[in-house]
């Protein structure tokens, strides 16, 4: 038996057998020298291959036209040219016929070559015709070679994912009926694989750096995604021992589902509002059964995520309106698109970014694409009379994006209008506070928001100069940093005066371990995941908001972050003793 610890995730144990899915699966490319007579047969190899890999792209084209953006089609239009591209033909036999080498050498040699000169080009047109020249090589590749990925969507066992890195488009399109447990070298605490492995209720350990290079496809494997533990090949005592410890985690959160209609209050009777967090929409119809009080972030670009394109109005439309419906009266917050750093729309975002986390993401990506923003507030205003929506904009750096972000949504209700389509008039409109800039004019942004939602995720990442998704960094992400505190307290100051409501839907309005300090700063609202809701709501019901008070003042004169997480772990042991 081996152990690695890595960063915990999402609670729980998983026991079973590894599945280990390597994006970069392709393999090393043959190399070997074949005879003049052989030529012949190879040449015609490349012909079949390209005959394959023709049918294919063709039904990705059609499909693509049929149900996707007119860039995407585009993208296989260009490909279907370069497979039936004479001269590009012409080079591989003529290397072909002068080397002597194997027809998959030649290929791969051509490809990587022409690539390498494109992508050293300064025009972005060129290297984005490396990724498209790349693309068609590497499926010529995989038809000589009879490569046949292996697919998380038709996992027929149930299975722990091992991954090197896992993209949140694969953890929405795996058989999540079937991963019991996923482990990762990469990833931290808040990256958007962790998210979504949090809304899926999927126990999780990443961060584990050599986890796939030490363990084979089907073998043993046991995650303990509470402590971050995994175990290679356990014997039985530990097996046993974690058979005792899953008992005992699915006993205590029956428990606590008891607290599902009791209000989130302190003793003193300060209330303040439990909200979920959901990635997807058919997450909105479950979130009830954790008591939760509305959504507090729905993270909208997933939708346009798991089909690599931006969604039709009309298909948006339906279903922020089964969103809104699956909550009846409850609030609804809609978040506009946040595509870009770990979430890259492809197609329309460039994966040759040099720093996507501070690039063209979020409203910046919204504001420069006014009609494909136009189309997502549309379908959000003509959903909004089918319950109770929100819209709230993501990333705002100053108050110009948040002015010119609300003019495109008149101009957006305008169409409505003159369509004759009804929607609600006075929907109301939050600001993101997840960038330094933005907390710090909060007072600013306050006047213009009907409410604010803290992202600590990029709060802290932003703050701290901490990239959220590296696992080697991921000590520094500090919750509790005397800075960040500071930003909380400026944030929530500021919205107070002006009298409007702070939210907060980062992952650090679903941590036990902060909540007493959320509710002294006098948060209004926490949006979590919905599973923790219960956990959190038992805290609140069992302080009073005054001790919560002096605690988070004590806390704000604290100097460093050991400090602050000292003093409140004390806080917390003095009341809720270990029973
Ligand atoms: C955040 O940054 O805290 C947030 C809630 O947004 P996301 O995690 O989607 O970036
Ligand atoms: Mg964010």
Not at 395 to 401: A, K, L, N
Not at 410 to 423: I, L, N, S, T
Request: aromatic letters at 6%; a negative charge; proline letters at 4%.
């Amino acid at each position: 038996m081996k152990t690695l610890t890595g960063i915990p995730v999402f609670s729980g144990i998983a026991i079973g057998k590894a599945f280990l899915y390597l994006e970069d699966d392709f393999p090393e490319i043959p190399r070997y020298s074949i005879r003049k007579n052989q030529v012949e047969a190879e040449w015609k190899r490349l012909l079949r291959a390209n005959v394959e890999a023709m049918e294919e792209v063709k039904v990705l084209h059609e499909q693509a036209s049929r149900e996707m953006s007119k860039e995407q089609a585009d993208i296989f239009e260009a490909h279907l040219m370069m497979l039936e591209d004479t001269v590009f033909q012409e080079q591989i036999k003529e290397r072909l016929k002068t080397t002597l080498q194997n027809i998959e050498w030649v290929v791969w040699s051509i490809a990587h070559e022409l690539v390498q000169k494109l992508m050293a080009s300064p025009d972005s047109d060129l290297r984005e015709r490396a990724i498209d020249i790349s693309d068609v090589s590497r499926r010529i590749l995989s038809k000589l070679l009879s490569i046949t990925k292996k697919s998380l969507a038709d996992l027929s066992q149930d299975v722990i994912l091992v991954a090197h890195d896992l993209l949140p488009s694969d953890v929405l399109t795996m058989n999540k009926d079937r991963v019991k447990g996923i482990a990762m070298d990469m990833g931290s605490r808040t990256c958007h694989t962790a998210i979504l492995t949090r809304a899926f209720e999927i126990p999780a350990v990443l961060g584990l750096s050599t986890l796939t290079r030490e363990i084979n496809d089907g073998e043993k494997l046991v995650i303990d995604g509470a402590s971050g533990v995994v175990s290679i090949n356990p014997d039985k005592t530990a097996l046993d021992q974690y058979e005792g410890i899953s008992r005992q985690y699915r006993k205590k959160g029956d428990e606590l589902l008891a607290l599902r209609d009791l209000p989130a209050e302190t003793t003193d009777g300060y209330r303040v509002t439990l909200k979920a967090n959901i990635e997807v929409p058919e997450e909105a119809a479950q979130v009830s059964r954790y008591g939760a009080e509305g959504i507090g972030l729905y993270r909208s670009e997933f939708l346009l995520l798991t089909s690599g394109q931006a969604a039709e109005e009309e298909r948006q439309y339906q279903v922020y309106r089964q969103v809104l419906e699956a909550m009846g009266t409850l609030p609804v917050t809609i978040r506009t698109m946040d595509s870009g750093g770990d979430k890259q729309l492809p197609n329309f975002q460039s994966p040759n970014e040099k720093n996507p986390l501070l690039g063209w993401r979020a409203i910046r990506f919204s504001l420069a694409r006014p009609e494909l923003f136009k189309t997502q507030l549309r379908a959000i205003l003509r959903a909004s009379v089918h319950g109770n929506a929100r819209i709230m904009f993501p990333m705002i750096s100053g108050i110009e994006e948040l002015e010119q972000a609300r003019a495109i949504l008149e101009e957006a209700k305008d169409e409505c209008r003159h369509k004759g389509q009804v929607y609600t008039e006075d929907i109301a409109v939050g600001s993101m506070i997840e960038i330094p800039s933005a907390a710090m004019t909060a007072d600013i942004l306050a006047q213009r928001s009907d409410f604010f939602s803290i992202g600590t995720n990029d709060l802290i990442q932003y703050s701290l100069a901490v990239d959220r998704g590296n696992e080697k960094v991921d000590y520094l992400a500090q919750p509790f940093h005397p800075a960040v505190l500071r930003f909380l307290k400026k944030t929530i100051d500021a919205a107070h005066k002006q009298g409007i409501k702070a939210a907060m839907c980062g992952e650090l309005a679903g941590d036990p371990s902060a909540t007493v300090l959320l509710l002294g700063l006098e948060l209004d609202t926490f949006s979590m995941t919905a599973s923790a809701i219960p956990q959190v709501k038992q805290i609140i019901r069992g302080v009073d908001l005054e001790s919560c008070r002096v605690l988070a003042n004590k806390a704000l004169e604290c100097t460093s972050y050991h400090h602050v997480t000292g003093l409140v772990a004390a806080w917390m042991a003095d009341h809720f003793p270990p029973s």
